[in-house]
């Protein structure tokens, strides 16, 4: 018997609930949808560096590429670095930002792990200001229990493990 029947008539007599199975598929389901076109951004930003690039309301996570600096293949690279040569190649209208990171949160950690594991995102598309003057950028990580949505500062040192998300030319 092939596990697929098996696992069929493992469902059917009851052994596995239903709920298991909805968040099997919700795991390795890899189109996301954006529900939030709107999201509510913290009180101590004070503009949004790139508003006019929107938001994409439905990807694909397969389809996603972690962009990576040259230097940050095999060392560290302070943010600010990161996001010029983005600007200077025009790679933020093609990242990920906010909206996308909420979304992608909502899935869970089993989907994070499933498709990020050992990587800590970046969403270069939404890059701030806050009120104090520095600059910021959303970043998602694994906290062992859940998915985490954060702001990193761009004097922070980023290497490998930091990649921006953003769809491919």
């Known amino acids: 018997m092939t596990n697929n029947k098996r696992f069929a008539k493992l469902l059917k007599a009851g052994f596995i609930p239903r709920s298991a199975v909805q968040d099997l598929i919700d795991v390795y389901d890899p189109i996301v949808c954006v529900i939030d076109y709107n999201p509510k951004y913290p009180d101590w930003i004070r503009t949004r560096m790139h508003p006019e690039l929107g938001i994409i309301k439905k990807f694909d996570v397969t389809k996603l590429q972690c962009w990576l600096h040259p230097d940050q293949v095999d060392g560290y690279i302070k943010g ?33 792990r499933q498709n990020f594991y050992r990587k800590t995102p970046f969403g270069w598309r939404d890059v701030v200001l806050t009120h104090d003057g520095n600059l910021r950028v959303p970043v998602l990580y694994e906290d062992g229990i859940g998915v985490r949505l954060d702001w990193c500062l761009f004097c922070n040192d980023l290497d490998s493990s930091s990649p921006a998300l953003r769809f491919a030319n």
């Not at 600010?80 to 909206?99: C, Q, T």
């Open 80 to 112: 600010n670095v990161i996001y010029e040569e983005m600007k200077k190649h025009d790679l933020l209208k093609k990242s990920l930002g906010l909206a996308e990171f909420i979304a992608i949160q909502k899935r869970g950690i089993g989907f994070f």
